[in-house]
């Protein structure tokens, strides 16, 4: 029997512009799904989410982009229709159906009419529960994704991305490519899929979230039905293991002897998703590289043409995180970005930013925030990230009040802290032959062929 739940929000005072989250209905299907529904519209939508606690990182060792693949295929035939029966039934009632995977989560997202949100609802369980995985569906997925990775030999930045995840987490579970690579997908059978699924996915490591203009009783009585009877998976979220140290204080120099431009990767220790540092990192940032009035920008793009585009960035994953630059140039000024680029960077560290510059940023970033909340699938996934990664159910309705309570002090302490206060890794990828002489001093250069990242 489902177990039924309301949490209620309070109303915001009318004197406050607070964003506020609809009511969130809870339950627990019979099966062990945890269920959150909120009503919301005008629109006649609803927008759903199931996420998974079943990434990359928990792909095994020999199997790397097992978890992407097989969340792709899911949809590929259930034990009751083929793949073009699910897109029938789909394309029928004017509803979408996506797929995404990152390192801690796969995600499956229904945006439907609300009108048949029954209907698909009842799909999406169909296919979560019970895929077939048809053998001809694997063999055509493994050649274009391998065909693929063929091609993305030919795009830089994916490649220069792929060896900076692999150099800077090294052996842990968050240092692979979320799809894996050619010398692994090929191995890839409809056997690895089955296995991968009946042991990783299972309701007791997902949640699923509903937004729209749908009865949160109809949302509970509905995920009962359509995921009653769902078995596998762990009864625990897996446990990823805290980093160790991290990359630093090396170079690798991926050669692509065809390559005018040299693509730039730099990065160091950041924090996991929810760190208190969150707030006073995100402004901080913001001033140094993370808008187009940056810092960064302003020294890099503006007044030295050095390239069209550079950011700095933290990615924040569940046990861990990266503070990095991202940018390109010419070949032949591959060592002037470095040296201004990390000099801006030693500059925040070492001096913080302005209480004006603090002020701007706050304006901006809070400014921005609510299109976060505009749409139900927004919410919808909003709502999931808040669960997973126990952000708290006020994250929302105190994000904007969090941002605008940082002090300086907070962003000079956050700097000192992540802007590299140890040396970087620097990962290049570009012509070595003339790239390689211009890195004198800057510590130990590896180069290796950008085939390896196929």
Known sequence: MATQSATKKKPAAPTTSALMLPALHES??????????????????????????????????????????????????????????????????????????????????????????PAMIGLLGEIV?????PEREVELARERT???????????????????????????????????????????????????????????????SVVGAVDPKLVLDEAEKAFAGWTGGPEAAPRIPELGKMASGRILLVDKPDQTQTQVRIGG?????????YFPSTAMNNVLGGGFTSRLVNEVRVERGLTYGISSYFDMLNVGGVFAISTFTQTERTREMLDVSLAEVAKVR?????????????RYLAGLYPMRTETNESVASVIGDIRVHALGDDWVEKFRERLHAVKPKQTQEVAAKYLFPNPPLIVLLGKASAVKKQLKGLGSVKVVPASDYE
């Not at 529960?129 to 995985?133: D, K, V, Y």
């Not at 070492?350 to 706050?362: N, P, R, V």
């Open 146 to 208: 391998l065909a693929g990775f063929a091609n993305d030999l030919d795009d830089p930045s994916t490649i220069v991305d792929r060896a900076f995840t692999r150099a800077l987490w090294g052996g842990h579970p968050y240092g692979h490519d979320i799809g894996g690579s050619s010398a692994h997908v090929r191995t890839f059978t409809r056997e690895d899929l089955v296995r991968f699924h009946g042991e990783r996915l299972g309701p007791k490591v997902a949640l699923l």
């Open 28 to 117: 627990t299907t019979s099966s062990g799904l945890s269920v959150l529904a909120a009503e919301r519209g005008p629109l006649p939508l609803v927008a759903m989410r199931l996420v998974v606690r079943a990434g990359s990182a928990v792909d095994p060792k020999d199997k790397h982009g097992l978890a992407d693949f097989t969340a792709r295929l899911m949809r590929r035939g259930t034990q009751k229709r083929s793949a073009d029966e699910i897109d029938e039934a789909i394309e029928f009632v004017g509803a979408s159906f996506s797929v995404g995977s990152n390192e801690d989560l796969l995600s499956f997202f229904v945006t439907t009419p609300a009108e048949h949100f």
């Open 269 to 277: 220790p950041g924090f996991r998703m929810g760190h208190p540092d």
């Open 129 to 133: 529960r019970e895929p077939s995985f």
């Open 350 to 362: 070492e001096g913080g930013i302005s209480a004006a510059e603090l002020k701007k940023a706050q």
